[in-house]
């Protein structure tokens, strides 16, 4: 157990779903049939191949696709880091079916799954609600329909959409989140509808992997400028392995920027700054800069936010940092708020749990 870690919320953490065979159990006899029938019963949706080097740390990967087992999941994702609660975000393809229909079944077997055979299994588990971006109507009924579950404190949605977040085509989910109080947490991924870059399509990993912030850079100034905030003023966005240190110049530039051409966007009432600082939050991994503990206190100092950050160890993922999820040279005071305080802020559900 990491005494530093002790007691923390774990925002971000990842069950791995063997494959589509594992969610017809909880599938309508319509949706059973079509996947067996087209011979896909043995498909898999991931997006961690399970014999990719890079789909879990080499010194905590076991036997099997990771993230499935979940006797090692509690013992290495949860125990060992001494996490009181753990947020279960499931990376599966519901969100990349261009059928809304079959999208809407994957991500509803996703819920019903990770409700039956996770959080049942262990009290210290919670999960975000997966729900098709593709079809916002859907979504909207599937927030609906388990937002009465309290250990679900979460809607997931991936980086990179057929859109930007800000249009009106969103805004059903959008309402249902802030009705029900619930985040919306935007993780890295994508619904492969667009080209990762704005340029087209890279050649290799490397590309693709740095140019990730750009996504998220997008979505954020999306809603901020579309005036998302404005008419939504009860919803928390929550950035998922996004990164940290492309925010501080993010920002800078968003309000240099609105001081000039806000009479373009007059329902953006606040510099984009203080909206950001209001309503938007981003876990710690990875926590994208250099190790010496000076360069991450300046990062966190131009964020201008000590409620912003959030705990997370991404298990199992390739790039998370192990034990050491904590970022270094942080004060005591600061790494209670990040791992306890600003994720009980955040996550209504967890809040209202006694401290």
């Known amino acids: 157990m990491n005494a530093l870690t002790q007691g923390a919320i774990d925002c971000d953490i990842h069950p791995g779903v063997k494959g589509i065979a594992t969610l017809l159990p909880y599938m309508t006899a319509h949706w059973q049939d079509s996947f067996i029938e087209r011979g896909m019963d043995g498909f898999d949706l991931a997006s961690y191949p399970p014999n990719t080097p890079l789909a879990c740390r080499a010194d905590w990967k076991g036997a099997g696709k990771p993230g499935t087992d979940i006797e090692a999941f509690l013992r290495d994702g949860v125990s060992a880091f001494g996490s009181r609660i753990a947020i279960c975000n499931t990376m599966y393809g519901g969100q990349v079916a261009v059928s809304e229909t079959m999208g809407a079944a994957i991500c509803s077997a996703i819920n019903d799954w990770i409700a039956d055979q996770w959080l049942a299994r ?3 588990l919670r999960a975000s609600i997966v729900v098709p971006a593709q079809a916002p109507l859907l979504a909207a009924e599937e927030i609906e329909r ?31 989140a802030e009705r029900y109080g619930l985040p919306i947490g935007i993780h890295a991924g994508s619904m492969f509808r667009h080209a990762p870059t704005s340029n087209g399509w890279p050649s290799h990993y490397l590309h693709d992997y740095v140019a990730a912030p750009q996504n998220f850079e997008d979505q954020l100034l999306s809603m901020v400028s579309e005036g998302i905030f ?61 190790a010496e503990p000076e360069i991450v206190n300046r990062i966190i100092e131009q964020i201008g936010s000590e409620d912003m950050l959030l705990f997370a160890t991404d298990y199992p993922h390739w790039q998370f940092d192990g034990l050491n999820a904590l970022p270094p040279g942080i004060s005591p005071a600061l790494a209670r708020k990040i791992m306890v305080d600003n994720p009980r802020a955040t996550y209504a559900r967890i809040g209202e749990m006694a401290a």
């Open 146 to 176: 388990l937002a009465p579950d309290r250990r679900f404190v979460q809607i997931l949605l991936p980086s990179a959409a057929e859109m930007l977040y800000g249009k009106s085509y969103y805004w059903p989910i959008y309402a249902a």
């Open 230 to 290: 404005e008419r939504f003023p009860g919803l928390r966005v929550v950035f998922i392995e996004s990164g940290v240190s492309w925010l501080p110049s993010f920002l800078w530039r968003a309000v240099k920027t609105w001081r000039g051409v806000r009479a373009e966007v007059p329902w953006v009432k606040r510099p984009p700054a203080a909206i950001i600082r209001d309503h938007v939050r981003l876990t710690v991994q990875p926590f994208d800069v250099p």
């Open 122 to 124: 262990d009290a210290r």
